[in-house]
């Protein structure tokens, strides 16, 4: 079983949608959770970071973490074309030296 | 001013070639790592350094050889390039292993 599952879509999604992209993991060590944006032909840009369980909030983004069901979100509220792109989730504990990262799933927002 | 960078962002080379990535962060980070990105978006850790010393060291081939001159440096060889080399890598640091990591733009390689 991988650390870390993410469905790889593709997504697509009309402007103004709300979007919820997830990820599940197996190892309940894991204490921090990142998502990242990735443009094509670019590299992976730190969208949220998040400590333990809870919801944080930027802007259009919400992540939410539930450590009990082992499962990470990540909510885009009023989507627009300029969030098309691929979402990875990466999480770790702080006793691990690496993070794991989910395959991540590309989104397309049709305007 | 760029946290990660690397160079070159692309490179196309022949089989059989020797080739080096360079890799520099003006973070201040403690740890720096290499990722390989295949087709399908899936990011590998390839190799990690604490401090100028080797802490990850995946199932690479040992045609990749990582060095670092000092914490801000992580340079990637590859000697006796192969055509499944072909991929994007990425540099990217953190100030430990489980902070926010910051990745560089990539290097998308190309091996005839």
């Known amino acids: 079983q991988k650390e870390v599952e993410q469905d790889p879509g593709p997504l697509s999604v009309p402007e103004g949608a709300i979007v919820s992209l997830n990820c599940t993991y197996s190892n309940s060590a894991f204490q921090y959770f990142m998502w990242y944006r990735q443009y094509s032909r670019k590299g992976p840009e730190l969208l949220m970071y998040?400590?333990?369980?809870g919801n944080k909030e930027d802007g259009r983004f919400t992540a939410q973490v539930d450590k009990s069901s082992k499962y990470i979100s990540l909510f885009i509220r009023d989507s627009q074309p300029s969030d098309s792109a691929t979402y990875l989730c990466a999480m770790n504990s702080n006793t691990g030296n690496q993070f794991y990262f989910g395959t991540g799933t590309s989104l397309t927002v049709i305007p | 001013d760029t946290a990660v960078s690397q160079t070159p962002k692309y490179l196309v080379t022949q089989m059989g070639n020797d080739k080096s990535i360079k890799c520099e962060q003006n973070?201040?980070?403690?740890?720096m790592y290499w990722y390989k990105q295949d087709s399908k978006k899936f990011l590998k850790i390839m190799f990690s350094?604490?401090?100028?010393?080797?802490?990850i060291n995946e199932t690479v081939p040992n045609r990749f050889s990582p060095k670092s001159p000092d914490k801000a440096h992580l340079n990637l060889h590859i000697n006796s390039l192969e055509l499944g080399d072909s991929a994007v890598y990425f540099c990217a640091s953190s100030q430990s292993s489980w902070e926010k990591l910051f990745f560089g733009s990539g290097t998308q390689l190309s091996v005839l």
């Open positions: 973070l201040g980070h403690d740890t």
């Open positions: 350094y604490n401090n100028k010393e080797l802490i």
């Open positions: 998040t400590y333990s369980s």
